[in-house]
């Protein structure tokens, strides 16, 4: 079955460095993957998609990688700031035909003032 | 532009009650999907209804039902509740291409 692994459950990192999150997955050639975003106790928010013939997807201070030979995604902060803390999602659809996301465990970053 | 509305927030139940959970998405949205968070599971797809019609099922026992309205506003149900149910559950609805979930803030479900 289709499946999301996120490299690391948790993140420490100093302010105004650069935070990189990881998803591989497998078992599938997803069209696209997501990111998100989730603070305790509130639904995901959607931060980028990038579709795989994009190589890289950018959006203020974030950066999105993906590697369709690596079957990998990569997820950048740059300049990273603490209210960048929360836990950061990777996900994609089963299909491109209805919306059963498999979510990746996701990666808690924390970054240190 | 309202967002997604799940009520109620939070809940507490008895093993062996049943409960009934109620999402409306963003206004225009077809497509309504809910989600089980554990801390040990993760986000784990239940079900997505589409124009009132159950288009995709997750992994999860019969107890586990829903149900959309010509609105697009949907329910879940949870029948003869376990202490495992207890977790947020998450609705969310997508736009028309179907690439983006917009979240709503959850329901917190305890089991007691």
């Known amino acids: 079955s289709q499946k999301i692994e996120q490299n690391s459950e948790a993140l420490n990192i100093q302010e105004g460095k650069t935070a990189t999150l990881t998803c591989n997955y497998t078992n599938y050639s997803p069209a696209y993957l997501q990111w998100y975003r989730q603070d305790p106790g509130r639904g995901p928010v959607f931060l980028l998609l990038i579709r795989e013939n994009e190589k890289e997807k950018r959006k203020e201070r974030l950066k999105v990688t993906f590697d369709t030979t690596l079957k990998q995604s990569l997820f950048h902060i740059t300049a990273s700031q603490p209210a960048d803390s929360a836990t950061y999602l990777c996900a994609t659809a089963w299909d491109n035909y209805g919306q059963n996301f498999v979510f990746g465990p996701g990666t808690r970053l924390s970054v240190l003032p | 532009k309202a967002g997604v509305t799940q009520t109620p927030r939070y809940l507490i139940k008895t093993r062996g009650q049943q409960v009934t959970l109620s999402c409306s998405p963003i206004?225009?949205?077809?497509?309504v999907s809910w989600y089980q968070q554990t801390p040990g599971q993760g986000l784990q797809f239940l079900f997505e209804y589409f124009s009132e019609t159950q288009r995709n099922k997750g992994n999860f026992p019969g107890r586990f039902s829903g149900r959309q309205f010509s609105n697009s506003r949907s329910e879940m149900n949870v029948s003869t509740l376990e202490l495992g149910d207890s977790a947020l559950y998450l609705c969310?609805?997508?736009?028309?291409?179907?690439?983006?979930?917009?979240f709503g803030q959850g329901t917190r479900l305890t089991v007691v």
């Open positions: 206004s225009g949205h077809r497509s």
């Open positions: 969310a609805s997508t736009n028309s291409e179907g690439t983006e979930a917009f």
